[in-house]
Every structure is written in C-alpha cells, then in structure tokens.
C-alpha cells in the first residue's frame, strides 16, 4: 500500500502563489505515474497536472503557464507550485499515484490523498 498526504493549501488573494507538497510513503518502489486533481464545490473532480517516471509532465490547459508538477523521488515526494492564482482555482486538491508509467486517466490512478483545500479571494 501506498499513503499519501497533501500540504500547502490555504487562502490566498488572487494573483497570489501557493506550494503544494504530497508526501508518499509505504510501497513507494510501486509508483510511476503521479498526479494532480480537483475537485470545485459541486463540480466533478478534473486534472490539473501529471508527471510520469520519466519526468514528462502534462498540464491541463486552464493551468498551463501558471502551475508547474514536479517531484522529488529522493524525497518521495511530489509538488505543484501554483502561481497567478485566481478565484476559479479555488477546489480541493488532491494528489495521486499510479502503478502505470504513464497515464492522464483518473480511473488509473490507485492511490490517493486526503485532499488539502485552496481558495482564492477575489
């Protein structure tokens, strides 16, 4: 098994930057893929980033240019720094890990975080 934990949320004012952090641990050797997610207040949950084992990175194109994946595999841990926030940013976000070397497909993913809350104040 692999747990996850998200940090870095909070609220921030709009064109304001934020760091998320997910921490992995347990089966580590088992992920590949790992991601970004959200999920806006009755919206389903959409994805932000994705970065694959051999660090080949997609952003979803609302983000692009302002959001930037990365990870830290020494540190098993995985970033999204969000710069140029604006209010329809606001959402849960929620890190993800994936058996597969590479995939942008939610139902791929098999681990997942508790979700760490952005808001941005207009």
């Known amino acids: 098994q692999v747990q996850l934990v998200e940090s870095g949320g909070g609220l921030v004012q709009a064109g304001g930057s934020l760091r998320l952090s997910c921490a992995a641990s347990?089966?580590?050797?088992?992920?590949?893929?790992m991601g970004w997610f959200r999920q806006a207040s009755e919206k389903e949950r959409e994805l932000v980033a994705t970065i694959d084992s051999r660090d080949i990175i997609f952003h979803a194109g609302s983000v692009m240019g302002r959001f930037t994946i990365s990870r830290d595999n020494a540190k098993n841990t995985l970033y999204l720094q969000m710069n140029s926030l604006k209010p329809e940013d606001t959402a849960m976000y929620y890190c993800a890990a994936s058996q597969r070397w590479r995939t942008v497909v939610e139902s791929e993913y098999d681990y997942w975080g508790q979700g760490t809350q952005v808001t941005v104040a207009s």
């Open positions: 347990g089966n580590t050797f088992s992920i590949n893929a």
